[in-house]
């Protein structure tokens, strides 16, 4: 079966530190750009990373520059986010995506993951 599976959320506290990964299954995820993106609670999905298929480039969000980090292990079939210094506006689900490049304007994603729920909470 050919999906990404997003693993790693939970409840944390602010300041805290999370990592989710996304893992492929059934193909190889070293051809794709992967994004992350999130959604709160009546909000609408938020762009928050990306990385290109070679890892030598990646972008953010403003609200997570500094903060979160994108990363990928060709290798593992894995890309990962660190997510430090969290905040309570960090509360989402958080799915990852995969496409032919990091443009997100017209952009077709091949493969989406089922999300992993992140809790920012004292």
């Known amino acids: 079966q050919l999906q990404l599976v997003e693993s790693g959320g939970g409840l944390v506290q602010p300041g805290g530190s999370l990592r989710l990964s996304c893992a492929a299954s059934?193909?190889?995820?070293?051809?794709?750009?992967i994004h992350w993106f999130r959604q709160a609670p009546g909000k609408e999905r938020e762009g928050v990373s990306c990385?290109?298929?070679?890892?030598?480039?990646?972008n953010y969000a403003d609200s997570v520059k500094g903060r979160f980090t994108i990363s990928r292990d060709n290798a593992e079939n894995t890309v990962y986010l660190q997510m430090n210094s969290l905040k309570p506006e960090d509360t989402a689900i958080y799915y990852c995506?995969?496409?032919?490049?990091?443009?997100?304007?017209?952009?077709?994603?091949?493969?989406w993951g089922q999300g992993t729920q992140v809790t920012v909470s004292s």
């Open positions: 995506a995969a496409a032919r490049s990091c443009l997100r304007l017209g952009q077709v994603y091949d493969y």
């Open positions: 059934g193909f190889a995820l070293d051809y794709y750009a």
């Open positions: 990385i290109t298929s070679s890892g030598r480039s990646t």
